[in-house]
């Protein structure tokens, strides 16, 4: 026992670690330590009589035992090499039993002793205590204040928010963002991300693979696929793990997969009964065998576009339409075979398509179109003439360059559509104006009206049907390009009844600027005032008029002041819409330049910029006529050029571009 010497004094300056329980206030302590005192000090203890353990946990040098915390004197207190009898009494404690009131020595001793046998824990090889978690120790300052551990947010997040918090990702994001970690990667890829998978944006970037991998781990999960253009799926089996791992599409665009595989298509058809909408356009492996797939399996199909399949004929649509009750759009356009009167009797007979687009069916003649719309041999109303048959329920009909129908064929959609909204004839050159009076008479809700390339059309249809027409206050889009006897005379009573127009076409034909005063005095009558003053103008009529010779600059100068108008009253007022023009390619860049100002708000630039145009074309004009004072007619065409490419540098207020660059403006 004399060998034995006293444990080193703790170290006050060590970092103190406390347990997982807050540090006790002062009180407390002292009242703990004078209990652990009393219970050192008691006779009691003497007569249990049993002699320590030798296994005890405070063998080494470095221990502390519990009979330590009885009141011995301080660590500094004792001599080397003595025994301090608090560490090591086997016997009766010499300690008297009286309670003591300050015990300075042991402020925080509870941490320094969690310390110390943490420390002798570790050098122990067969320790018998254990330290708490690292976890859920907190750190104490030395002021005194608990410092915690930095809380790991994303960490401790569910996972349903961390997947709603992604979902706010574009899908080529969300490809970035799983380079961060294997954790980001996981929650990337995970299937409830990409319910709606859409290549349109990257589908030149992305690699083979990584397409590949992201499809098959959300396989499951996602409804709307759209790989348009994707031709890095240019092996088979590529397409095979795809198809493997679709099964719950609702909408499916495969166009342009040229890659595809016959069996693939099928697979991928056969594992798929909810689509609803399907897009096969010019893939070479749709045939009539696929279109009887599709009528097998996909009783739900609404939409179908099989347009540019050069393997299949109007046999497949067949199919299609009579095993797919729900089909309400049918796009076949560029598909041979359509002059089959038993297609025709199909189509008729369900009468449940809504658009149909036969845009490019070359061989659609009038018998197949007439069973097509009324059907085999119907009853006649003597005194109409007109078949009894229920109407028909399309909405949307296109029969652009189908150069074999003429005005009889046509004409029997008159009174047969009433819920027609959109009507596409361009391209049909045997076309008259009698095709047109019966299906404008009976169509109300008529807002879609292309007759582009009807070399045929007067000025009667116009004049005296279509503007007078039911379906003339609900017109927005009419497209009269190359209609060659269209002139003013046609157009003028359509732009003042025609009040809804938004997009009228006309270029290569006969009108002139009378055509555009009155588009610009429809659009003043119709447009709403601001209030405001800040309130900025939008396009509220788009205009084209290319190649129409008697169109000059003075009725674009009249569109351009139109634009430009400003309203003053009592309180500030401006013009919301205005007219967007496409007119002749020397005077465009000058009309968009005043188009922007005026979108800007910017309506002194802009009204000087119409001015000065004005000035020059009006010289360029005296410049090229002959006479006497032609020389000084060119000179104020050349000053009349120069302010106008000075103008063209920039708004009022600014630094003008210099004359040695060239202007925005190519009419100089």
Same mark, same amino acid.
Request: proline share 5%; aromatic share 4%; charged share 25%.
């Given at each position: 026992?004399s060998?034995i010497?006293p444990?080193?004094?703790?170290d006050e300056?060590?970092?103190?670690?406390t347990?997982?329980e807050s540090?006790?206030?002062?009180k407390?302590?002292q009242r703990?330590?004078?209990g652990?005192?009393?219970?050192s000090s008691s006779p009691?203890?003497q007569?249990?009589?049993?002699?320590?353990?030798?296994?005890?946990p405070?063998?080494?040098?470095g221990?502390?035992?519990?009979v330590s915390l009885?009141?011995?004197?301080?660590f500094g207190?004792y001599?080397?090499?003595?025994v301090t009898? $608090?560490?090591?009494?086997? $016997?009766q404690?010499?300690?008297p039993g009286?309670p003591?009131?300050e015990?300075?020595?042991?402020?925080g001793?509870e941490?320094?002793?969690?310390?110390?046998?943490?420390n002798?824990?570790?050098?122990?090889?067969n320790?018998?205590?254990a330290?708490?978690p690292?976890e859920?120790v907190?750190t104490?300052?030395?002021s005194?204040?608990v410092?915690?551990l930095p809380f790991?947010?994303?960490?401790?997040?569910?996972d349903?928010i961390?997947?709603?918090?992604l979902?706010y990702l =574009?899908?080529?994001e969300l490809?970035?963002?799983s380079?961060?970690?294997?954790?980001f990667h996981?929650?990337?890829?995970? $299937?409830?991300?990409w319910?709606?998978?859409?290549?349109?944006?990257?589908?030149?970037e992305?690699?083979?693979?990584a397409l590949?991998?992201?499809i098959?781990s959300a396989?499951?999960f996602?409804?709307?696929?759209?790989?348009?253009?994707c031709l890095?799926i240019?092996?088979?089996?590529?397409?095979?793990v795809?198809?493997?791992?679709c099964k719950?599409?609702?909408?499916?665009?495969?166009?342009?997969?040229?890659n595809?595989?016959?069996n693939?298509l099928?697979?991928?058809?056969?594992?798929?009964?909810?689509?609803?909408?399907?897009?096969?356009?010019?893939?070479?492996?749709?045939t009539?065998?696929t279109c009887k797939?599709?009528?097998q399996?996909c009783p739900?199909?609404?939409?179908?576009?099989v347009s540019?399949?050069k393997?299949?004929d109007?046999?497949?649509?067949?199919m299609?339409v009579?095993?797919?009750?729900?089909?309400r759009e049918?796009?076949?356009?560029?598909?041979?075979?359509?002059?089959?009167i038993a297609?025709?009797?199909a189509?008729y007979t369900?009468?449940s398509?809504e658009r149909?687009v036969?845009s490019g069916?070359?061989d659609l003649?009038?018998?197949?179109?007439k069973?097509?719309?009324r059907g085999?041999e119907p009853?006649?109303?003597?005194?109409?003439d007109?078949p009894?048959?229920?109407?028909?329920?399309?909405r949307?009909?296109d029969l652009?360059?189908?150069?074999q129908?003429t005005?009889q064929?046509?004409g029997t959609l008159?009174?047969l559509?009433?819920e027609l909204?959109?009507?596409?004839?361009s391209g049909?050159?045997?076309l008259?104006?009698?095709?047109l009076?019966p299906?404008l008479a009976s169509t109300?809700r008529?807002t879609?009206?292309?007759l582009?390339?009807?070399?045929e059309l007067t000025?009667?249809i116009?004049s005296?049907?279509?503007a007078?027409a039911?379906c003339a206050?609900k017109?927005?889009?009419l497209?009269v390009?190359?209609c060659?006897?269209?002139?003013d005379?046609?157009?003028l009573?359509?732009?003042?009844?025609c009040v809804?127009l !938004?997009?009228?076409?006309m270029?290569n034909?006969?009108?002139?600027?009378?055509v555009?005063?009155?588009?610009?005095a429809?659009?003043?009558?119709?447009?709403?005032?601001a209030?405001?003053?800040d309130s900025?103008?939008?396009?509220g009529?788009?205009?084209?008029?290319?190649?129409?010779?008697?169109?000059?600059?003075?009725?674009v100068?009249?569109?351009?002041s !139109?634009?430009?108008?400003v309203?003053?009253?009592?309180?500030?007022?401006?013009?919301?819409?205005?007219?967007?023009l496409?007119c002749?390619y020397g005077?465009?860049q000058?009309?968009?330049?005043?188009t922007q100002?005026?979108?800007k708000?910017d309506?002194?630039?802009?009204?000087r910029?119409e001015r000065k145009w004005?000035?020059?074309?009006?010289a360029?004009?005296e410049a090229?006529?002959a006479?006497?004072g032609?020389?000084?007619?060119r000179? =104020?065409? !050349?000053?009349?050029?120069m302010l106008?490419?000075?103008?063209?540098g920039?708004a009022?207020g600014?630094r003008?571009?210099?004359?040695t660059?060239a202007a925005?403006?190519?009419?100089m």
């Open positions: 026992m060998d010497t444990p080193d004094p703790i300056e060590s970092p103190v670690v347990p997982l540090r006790p206030k002062e407390r302590r703990l330590l004078q652990i005192q009393r219970m009691s203890l007569q249990i009589g049993r002699s320590r353990s030798s296994s005890s405070y063998s080494t040098r221990s502390l035992s519990c009885a009141a011995t004197p301080s207190q001599p080397s090499g003595s009898p $608090g560490y090591f009494s086997n $016997g404690s010499s300690v009286s003591i009131t015990l300075p020595a042991f402020e001793i941490t320094r002793i969690a310390r110390k046998v943490a002798v824990s570790t050098t122990n090889p320790p018998t205590t330290s708490l690292v859920v907190a104490r300052s030395r005194g204040t410092r915690k790991d947010f994303w960490a401790k997040m569910p349903e961390r997947v709603h918090i979902s =574009r899908p080529k490809i970035r963002v380079r961060v970690s294997r954790e996981t929650f990337c890829l995970d $299937g409830q991300l319910t709606h998978f859409d290549a349109t944006e990257f589908y030149m992305i690699p083979a693979e590949t991998r992201i098959v396989g499951p996602v409804k709307d696929l759209n790989i348009r253009g890095q240019e092996h088979y089996k590529r397409a095979e795809i198809v493997t791992a719950n599409l609702i909408n499916a665009t495969l166009e342009g997969c040229r595809f595989q016959r693939t099928h697979n991928l058809i056969r594992s798929n009964e909810k689509l609803a909408n399907l897009n096969l356009t010019s893939m070479t492996a749709v009539n065998s797939i599709i009528s399996h739900q199909l609404e939409t179908l576009n540019w399949c393997h299949m109007a046999r497949g649509v067949k299609v009579l095993g797919c009750p729900r089909l049918l796009r076949a356009g560029e598909v041979k075979g359509f002059n089959n297609v025709a009797e189509i369900t009468n398509l149909l036969l069916c070359v003649d009038d018998e197949a179109f069973t097509m719309i085999p009853e006649i109303d003597i005194l109409t007109r009894i048959v229920p109407p028909r329920k399309l949307h009909l652009s360059r189908c150069s129908l005005s064929a046509v008159g009174y559509v009433p909204q959109g009507l596409q004839l049909c050159n045997a008259t104006d009698a095709a009076q299906i109300p008529l879609h009206l292309e582009e390339e009807l070399s000025n009667d116009l005296e049907h279509l007078k039911p206050p017109l927005e889009h497209s390009s190359y060659e006897h269209l002139s005379a046609g157009m009573p359509v732009m003042k009844n809804s !938004r997009n009228v076409d270029d034909t006969r009108i002139g600027d009378l555009l005063t009155e588009a610009a429809m659009v003043r009558a119709r447009s709403s005032r209030l405001q003053r900025r103008a939008c396009v009529l788009r205009l084209v008029v290319y190649d129409c010779q008697n169109v000059t600059w003075t009725g100068r009249e569109i351009m !139109r634009n430009a108008e309203i003053r009253h009592s309180s500030e007022k401006s013009a919301m819409e205005i007219i967007s496409k002749f005077w465009q000058t009309v968009e330049q005043h100002r005026v979108l708000k309506f002194a630039a802009a009204v910029l004005a000035d020059y074309m009006q360029v004009e090229g006529a006479g006497a032609s020389r000084r007619r000179r =104020r065409a !050349r000053e009349a050029q106008h490419a000075d103008e063209e920039g009022a600014g003008r571009r210099a004359r660059v925005a403006c190519a009419v």
